[in-house]
């Protein structure tokens, strides 16, 4: 009789292990899924980063109104060319309100700053609202090969060579993960780190 309840037991206890590891795998694949960046841009495509798994990504968050983010751009174009032949994305999000930014200014502001990565709007902070609950801009997105993502970095330092060493840095790390043959970290929750102040 204490045979049968130990081995009750003993089924009941690997039951509750095996559900505990099983919940605890959902929740981590569940929050590496739920950071998504799918944003309309000026040029009327929708660009969604679920879709752009193979390729390393940097989505910036910024606005007209900041000047930090306006040397920012400067610095992502400069890295921008120089990474033009590896599987990199670079996007720029406006989080410019449609009261303090229609679309016809932001376009006149990327033009002006000859931006030539896509230009996306996210005047609601819907996207942006998942990895910050403040406003602190400049903000830099990276997301892996595997689309998880993988880093957040806010401000801009008051060296640009240094700045971009440190974007650079970022960028080769999730390149030689993914180009090494080992697959970037999905299932384990993404985590944001590398959070600078300006």
């Not at 495509?45 to 390729?55: N, Q, S, W």
């Amino acid at each position: 009789m204490s045979s049968i309840r130990f081995t009750h037991l003993l089924c009941c206890a690997v039951l509750l292990l095996t559900c505990a590891v099983a919940t605890a795998a959902q929740a981590a694949a569940g929050s590496t899924a739920a950071f998504k960046v799918k944003l309309k841009g000026l040029d009327g495509k929708v660009y969604d980063v679920a879709t752009m798994r193979g390729e390393v990504v940097l989505v910036s968050f910024g606005a007209t109104w900041c000047k930090p983010c306006e040397w920012e751009l400067t610095a992502l174009e400069e890295l921008k060319e120089e990474y033009a032949k590896k599987p990199v994305r670079f996007l720029w999000v406006s989080v410019d309100t449609r009261q303090q930014a229609s679309d016809d200014w932001v376009r006149q502001y990327a033009k002006a700053r000859h931006l030539t990565m896509p230009v996306l709007r996210d005047p609601d902070f819907e996207a942006f609202g998942q990895f910050s609950q403040r406003v602190r801009l400049p903000m830099v997105v990276f997301f892996d090969r595997a689309g998880a993502l993988a880093a957040t970095r806010t401000g801009m330092s008051a060296d640009p060579i240094e700045y971009k060493k440190h974007i650079r840095a970022r960028l080769d790390a999730l390149l030689a993960a993914g180009s090494a043959g080992v697959p970037p970290a999905v299932s384990a929750p993404a985590r944001i780190t590398d959070a600078v102040k300006p």
